[in-house]
Structures are given as C-alpha cells and as structure tokens.
C-alpha cells in the first residue's frame, strides 16, 4: 500500500523503477475519461503501461 502511494508521487516506472518512459496515447474510454488527469505512458525499460498524473510531467517533454 505505501509502495503504492509512493509510486502516486514519483515518475518512476512502478514495475521495474526505471524513470525511462514515453507518452502514449490512449487506449480505451477509461483512458480517455481520465486523460484531463492523467496520462498514460510506457516504460522504456520494461515496456509495460502505467499512468503519471499530470502535474509530474515535465514541461515541454514531447508528447
Ligand atoms: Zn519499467
């Protein structure tokens, strides 16, 4: 649970710990109903998919 708060606050990947990652778009209707939130990446490292909210990215990181 505190490893998943944790990972709220960081923008590491929370599988592998990379902070390598790209922005993708979204995928499905959930996605999309959160994008104004949230925002869906992929680790470079581990290739898997998980969200950063949108005040941790950084400013004019490509899209
Ligand atoms: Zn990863």
Known sequence: MLRAVKSLFS???PHCGSIEYRSVGVRNVL????LWLMQPCRCDFCG???FLFRWQ???GRPA
């Open 11 to 13: 923008t590491h990947c």
């Open 57 to 59: 990215l950084p400013i």
């Open 48 to 50: 898997r998919h998980y």
């Open 31 to 34: 996605e999309q109903a959160f």
